[in-house]
């Protein structure tokens, strides 16, 4: 065992030998990975072996495509057999909302580039005889999904990395990590000390007990999951025989199960509701190649549907039950990445679909760790997106509601109730005694609309417009037309202070940094020139600024921060989180109530738009910023939690002679859509560059040299090829949710080579590991390109919308060819709705406040 690498890898899953292929493909050659015992003896070994590219989040989905598609190239690097059978598969639906669910995925896949097909319950029985196709509405099929050997495919990421000149350490614990001066780790293990420059936790079922080595509690936990195999099955053998195909695999929603053949049998797997943790506190080290007893009660439910929509496998004999434990992060996707706050340890764990998500795991991670980025819109899998309320009671709760909820339809406007609340604000019983229905925004309980007084405040979850739709409509019309208040406790907040700061924030900021009292909007870059934050900063003092961000982004940005912040101590920087809380008043007649709660001026000529300034605001210390997301006149009042509900008993004290409301996110959500206002995370993301995302107005290319600045010059020069575009669409009863293609009648334009979104710059290899960007079809990537005169095409893609209130229309926005941004016209775009296509017109100037002339004052 060598004494001194650049990597170390602990853990021989198939995430791990994946890490550690695409590590030494990348060039990191002198790696090690090291494994307690032998390969797969976590969950990889019993898996079974199913893969496929859907995923509820599409830049999931483009890695698991990538995935799929890196098999081949494995086998023939490594010269070991994946024993992949690419069947293709089915998933059925049982009602029309479920319909709806694979329109939905459908739609999506159109502009991911995926083949799929909406097809009848008797095309699906032609496919899978076994079914009873009277218990089903539609069904959709999937020809990239398969399965393979878990052991042979983990076995073959070992071998390629091996012959790339990676190094493996079998039957060797790693007991302890610390870290020298210097940032490297030493690697304790069973047969001696590692020293490393960068350390991967690839435990998987060890996961946080690896984390809790360096004082991390990693939000995972592991299911028992089981799956049964029956005896060989003559209906399976004259199918293979007369057609000379294996059958496909089959996801049932309503059964909760998914089936495939296995050998000359039926293989049948259920995520049940009645599921069951595995040892929800520490994983024990003494745990091999063992499964667990199994517990055919606790999948009864199941089976009983299962039986019924799969008479053909009701009456064959079960050879053997598999019961064994596998990890889920709180939402069912991977953890991935650098951890906040520690220097050089890496995180891939909580891959509960190792054989689906393994290999663009292992890209993005070694992407990470050479390049410096992921190369990839990571966030749906990103470690940073949980916080510290993400507990191991948290966990627990959320990963058995996601469990027992794998094959349940997640509706747009659906809060989840586990493990909630988490985090509240002073006001949250106030909110609740006022009939607010709450939504999770990043752990903390946050008003979402208001019921009316005598109902009860809950949503009806659908995919069409719900029963909050007239209420927050109400919410709209009342700020817009006099005033509202709102809880913003749930933005993330940020001071940097230090003789440093300015220069500091001017590095990694696009926009000028304001004067003393002044206010600027400015988006941050990566070196890639692409949107990676898009913030609101003050300058409250000398050498003092305070930041608002996205709240859901706080540890992705305090990453980023902290990995550019001067080694010297000149800058400091501190995030809130809920130590600052905040409230917003808006509307025409925001600045008269403000006034009656200050002593000082605060007319539009003394408090400017876009000022900052601190103020008793009730008789509370608080900071304002004359600026809101409403887009309408008003205010952001900044105060500590303790003083919270003395300024919001004033705001509605003094507010009640304007008609004031209290108004809830959705209500936001409407009011920015009628300013063309982007969100952080939906129309801004880590694929799309400045001037894709139209915010020209805030990058400086000549104020000095910002990270990013090249490759931002570069896009502006070149001219984008993307345009962030706002629509009004002629929606029935449902308006667009994000992630719908937009269609174009276009005349003959070729629009070149536009890589549709989740992949840019990604490093592409050849079969024998070599670096190549020429090919697009190897990942997965597709363009748009040679469209026809007269046709119809997929040409873009719907980030977010709803419905503006005020204006009275849905809108939508969405990303299309820079080249038809500027169209107007009525007739040339459609957004798929629901498997509907309905007209929609680009919009440019905001429909409400064109002039921006209410929002100054
Ligand atoms: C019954 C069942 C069915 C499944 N079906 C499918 C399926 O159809 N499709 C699919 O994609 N996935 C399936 N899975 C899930 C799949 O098995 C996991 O996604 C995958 O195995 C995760 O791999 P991993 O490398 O992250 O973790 P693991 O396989 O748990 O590997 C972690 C490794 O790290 C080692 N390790 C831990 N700590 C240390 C340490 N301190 N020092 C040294 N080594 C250490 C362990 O010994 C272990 O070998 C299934 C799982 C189960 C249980």
């Not at 319909?99 to 459908?106: G, I, K, T």
């Not at 097909?117 to 899978?128: D, Q, R, V, Y």
């Not at 434990?325 to 050089?344: H, I, R, S």
């Not at 992921?374 to 749906?380: A, H, K, L, S, T």
Request: charged content about 25%; glycine content about 10%.
């Amino acid at each position: 065992m060598k004494s001194h690498v650049k990597a170390v890898v602990i853990g021989g899953g198939v995430v791990g030998c994946s890490v550690l292929y695409h590590l030494a493909r990348s060039g990191w050659t002198d790696i090690m990975l090291i494994e307690r015992s032998e390969l797969t003896s976590g969950s990889s070994w019993h898996a079974a072996g199913g893969f496929h590219t859907l995923n509820g989040d599409p830049n999931v989905a483009k890695l698991q495509a990538y995935t799929v598609q890196l098999y081949k190239e494995l086998e023939e690097i490594s010269g070991q057999s994946c024993s992949l059978h690419l069947t293709g598969g089915v998933m059925l639906a049982d009602s029309p909302e479920r319909m709806d669910f694979l329109r939905l995925a459908h739609a999506k896949g159109r502009y991911l580039g995926m083949d799929t097909e909406l097809i009848t319950p008797s095309e699906a029985k032609a496919m899978f005889p076994l079914m009873d196709e009277s218990h089903f509405v539609g069904a959709m099929w999937d020809p990239v999904e398969g399965h393979l050997d878990p052991s042979g495919t983990t076995i073959a990421y070992s071998k390629a990395a091996k012959k790339l000149g990676a190094e493996i350490v079998l039957r060797n614990p790693v007991r302890e990590l610390t870290q020298e001066a210097d940032g490297t780790w030493n690697v304790i293990t069973e047969q001696g000390t590692v020293r490393a420059e960068h350390v991967v936790n690839c435990g998987g079922l060890w996961a946080r007990e690896v984390g809790r080595m360096v004082g991390v509690e990693l939000p995972v936990l592991a299911m028992e999951h089981m799956y049964l195999l029956t005896e060989p099955m003559p209906e399976v053998e004259a199918f293979n025989r007369e057609t000379g195909r294996e059958m496909v695999g089959v996801l049932d929603f309503k059964g909760e199960i998914y089936t495939r053949q296995e050998r000359n049998g039926i293989l049948l797997g259920t995520y049940e509701k009645a599921c069951k943790p595995w040892s929800p506190v520490n994983t024990p080290w003494d745990f091999g190649h063992e499964l667990l007893a199994p517990d055919l009660d606790r999948i009864a439910p199941s089976l009983e549907i299962g039986f019924k929509h799969f008479p053909g496998i009701a009456n064959a004999g079960i050879k053997q039950v598999i019961n064994g434990p596998f990890t889920f992060a709180p939402d069912g996707n991977p953890l991935v990445g650098p951890v906040q706050g520690l220097t050089n340890y890496w995180v891939a764990c909580g891959v509960m679909a190792g054989f689906s998500q393994g290999g663009g795991v292992g890209l993005a991670l070694s992407n990470w760790m050479v390049d410096g980025d992921p190369g990839f819109d990571v966030w749906g899998m990103d470690v940073a997106r949980f916080g510290e309320w993400a507990s191991l009671r948290y966990t627990n709760a959320k990963v058995r509601e996601n469990y027992s909820r794998r094959f349940s339809i997640r509706f747009p406007n659906e809060e989840l109730p586990a493990a909630r609340p988490a985090q509240t604000t002073p006001l949250y019983d106030t909110m609740v005694a006022q009939n607010a229905v709450m939504g999770d925004s990043w752990g903390l309980e946050t008003p979402l609309w208001f019921a009316p007084e005598g109902s009860e405040p809950r949503d009806i979850v659908s995919f069409h417009r719900s029963n909050d739709f007239e209420h927050v409509g109400n919410e709209v019309r009342a700020v817009r037309e006099r005033v509202g208040v709102t809880e913003i406790a749930n933005f993330a907040k940020y001071a940097v202070s230090g003789p440093a700061a300015e220069d500091f924030l001017n590095r990694l900021m696009t926009n000028r940094m304001p004067k003393t009292g002044r206010i600027v909007l400015t988006p941050m870059l990566n070196e890639f020139g692409k949107l990676i934050g898009d913030f609101t900063i003050a300058k409250t003092g000398d050498e003092c600024f305070m930041i608002w961000g996205s709240s859901a982004a706080q540890k992705y940005h305090m990453r980023w921060f902290e990995k550019h912040l001067p080694k010297d101590g000149s800058v400091r920087i501190h995030r809130y989180d809920q130590t600052l809380v905040g409230l917003s008043i808006a509307g025409p007649k925001s600045q008269a109530l403000l006034q009656k709660l200050v002593d000082v001026d605060v007319s539009s000529k003394a408090f400017r738009f876009m000022d900052f300034r601190e103020m008793a605001v009730g008789g509370a210390p608080c900071m304002v910023n004359r600026i809101t997301y409403t887009g309408d006149l008003g205010y952001e009042i900044w105060m500590e939690p303790a003083y919270e509900r003395l300024v919001y008993a004033a705001i509605k004290d003094a507010g009640a002679e304007f008609g004031i409301v209290d108004f809830g996110m959705r209500a936001l959500l409407s009011m920015r859509l009628e300013k063309n206002f982007p969100t952080w995370f939906r129309e801004l993301r880590p694929i799309y560059g400045p001037f894709e995302g139209g915010m020209e107005r805030f990058i400086k290319l000549e104020k000095n040299d910002f990270i990013g600045r090249e490759a931002a010059a570069r896009e502006h020069a070149d001219g984008p090829k993307l345009a962030r575009v706002s629509f009004l669409v002629d929606a029935l009863d449902a308006d667009v949710m994000g992630d719908e293609p937009i269609w174009a009648k276009v005349n003959g334009t070729d629009f070149g080579t536009i890589e549709k979104p989740h992949g840019y710059g990604a490093p592409r290899f050849d079969a024998a590991g070599k670096e190549t960007r020429s090919s697009e079809a190897d990942h997965g990537a597709s363009s748009v390109r040679g469209i026809h005169d007269g046709e119809w095409s997929v040409i873009g893609w719907v980030t977010s919308g709803g419905y503006a209130h005020f204006v009275g229309k849905s809108m939508a926005q969405g990303y299309v060819p820079a080249a038809l941004a500027n169209d107007e016209s009525e007739g040339l775009f459609e957004i798929e709705i629901l498997g509907q296509r309905r007209p929609a017109r680009i919009n440019i100037e905001p429909p409400f406040d064109p002039s921006g002339e209410k929002m100054r004052g």
